[in-house]
Nanobody, 121 residues
Framework: QVQLVESGGGLVQPGGSLRLSCAASGNIVRIYTMGWYRQAPGKQRELAASITSGGTINYADSVKGRFTISRDNAKNTVYLQMNSLKPEDTAVYSC???????????????WGQGTQVTVSS
C-alpha cells in the first residue's frame, strides 16, 4: 500500500507563485512515474506535468514555461513549482504515482487527496 499526501495549495493573486509537494509513504519498492493532475469545476481532469524515474518530463502546453516539476527520489517526493499563475490555473491539483509496493508484484496507480489552488485578484 502506498499513500500520497499533497501540500502547498492555497489562494494566490495572478502572477504569483506556489509550490506543491507530494510525499509518498508506505511499503514502497519503487516509484516509476509521478505526475500532477488538475481539475477545474465543470472540466475534465488533465495532466499538468509528469516525471519518470529516469527524469523524463512532460508538461501540458498550458503550463509550459511557467511550471516546473521535480522529484527527490530519496524522499519519495515530487514537487510542482508554479510561477506566473493565472486565474485559469484554478483547480484541484492531485498527485498521482505509478508505484510498486512490497505487498504486490504489480505496479499500481495511486492518488493523493488533492489540494486546492485558487488564483484570484
Amino acid at each position: 500500500q502506498v499513500q500520497l499526501v499533497e501540500s502547498g495549495g492555497g489562494l494566490v493573486q495572478p502572477g504569483g507563485s506556489l509550490r506543491l509537494s507530494c510525499a509518498a509513504s508506505g511499503n514502497i519498492v519503487r516509484i516509476y512515474t509521478m505526475g500532477w493532475y488538475r481539475q477545474a469545476p465543470g472540466k475534465q481532469r488533465e495532466l499538468a506535468a509528469s516525471i519518470t524515474s529516469g527524469g523524463t518530463i512532460n508538461y501540458a502546453d498550458s503550463v509550459k514555461g511557467r511550471f516546473t516539476i521535480s522529484r527527490d527520489n530519496a524522499k519519495n517526493t515530487v514537487y510542482l513549482q508554479m510561477n506566473s499563475l493565472k486565474p485559469e490555473d484554478t483547480a484541484v491539483y492531485s498527485c498521482n504515482a505509478q508505484a510498486q509496493s512490497t505487498s504486490d508484484w504489480l505496479s499500481r496507480s495511486y492518488w493523493g487527496q488533492g489540494t486546492q489552488v485558487t488564483v484570484s485578484s
